[in-house]
């Protein structure tokens, strides 16, 4: 195997620990010796091993001399678990190929300036693009204490995320669908708006087997959600964060009595200052949110420069008509100059529907 096909092989399995790690990084590790793999492994869950010390667990002979690709810089201090740095040297391994480095102040070039005072040859960056894909919101996380925000939308293929009724059910096909409960998985937390919830009365859980279902959010300014709806109903199943600047009903009791959080946060012109609500997640180590509310909500995620990641699946469907379901709405812009500006689009078919991602450049206009 060449040096790109086995650190291809650690990205694959890093990729493996999506929404079980966070808000610890996804990292996979391959050991190879005299041009075989002799031992790999990846981060399995948030307090278990890190890769580097399942893969030297996994060996099927000593690992000395051996050379160890690592997806992400190995970790130099005492966590949850004991530095990988140590159990490499212990193990008297002779190299150690790395893809990304590790922006936790803790770690930050620490980890390969520990190996190479031990006398451990070092590759810094290697397929570190392909590497630094598979942890955006662990980077943007440590370095931020915000969490990575993704919007995600589907829309017709002329643009509308609803019929001239409001009916949404469905703009995207099942498979397109599935793909949605993925996400779910791999994002800590989901995020929507209040009319969202007194529309739809979604669940918002995540349909995979042994998926992992978000922590479900709920932007609502004034408390209007309803204690008999299925978010309250089910907060047995993933916690429910409703986040608001007033209660002018006094309702806070009877959510609390269902097992909902309600989260006071600042007052941004009658509305949820919603760097102040990242601000609580950040704290809570919510690393990551997917929001899926409606043009509205979408629409103040972007004004306000809170919007990282887009996901927009187009449905092969034309509703037609001029009603407001669109994916943004707000005030819109006076000339194109002006507009968000989207980066590095990858395209995706799922059957007929198209999933486009984007990563957001610049979000600063007034919604």
Known sequence: MTDEAIM???ISLAKQGA???NPNPMVGAVIVKDGRII???YHEHIGGLHAERNALANCT???EGATVFVTLEPCCHHGK?????????EHHVAKVVVGSGDPNPKVAGNGIRRLREAGIEVKEGFLQEECDAINPVFFHYIRNRHPYVALKYAMTADGKIAANSGDSQWITGESARNHVHQLRNYYTGILVGIGTVLQDDPLLTCRIPNGRNPIRIVCDSHLRISPDCQLCNTTDQSPVL??????PEQKRAALEQKGVEVLFVKNDQGRINLSDLLDH???REIDGILVEGGGTVNAAFLAAGQVQHIYAYIGAKIFGGDHPYTPVRGNGIERAADSIKLSHPRVHLFQNDVLVEYDCLSAVHEA
Do not use: F, N, Y
């Open 61 to 63: 002979e000593s690992a």
């Open 39 to 41: 031992g790999e492994g």
């Open 81 to 89: 678990t004991p530095p990988c740095t140590d159990a490499l040297i």
């Open 8 to 10: 291809r092989r650690a």
């Open 281 to 283: 997640l950040g704290q």
């Open 19 to 21: 929404g079980k790690t």
């Open 242 to 247: 409703v986040a608001c600047i007033d209660d």
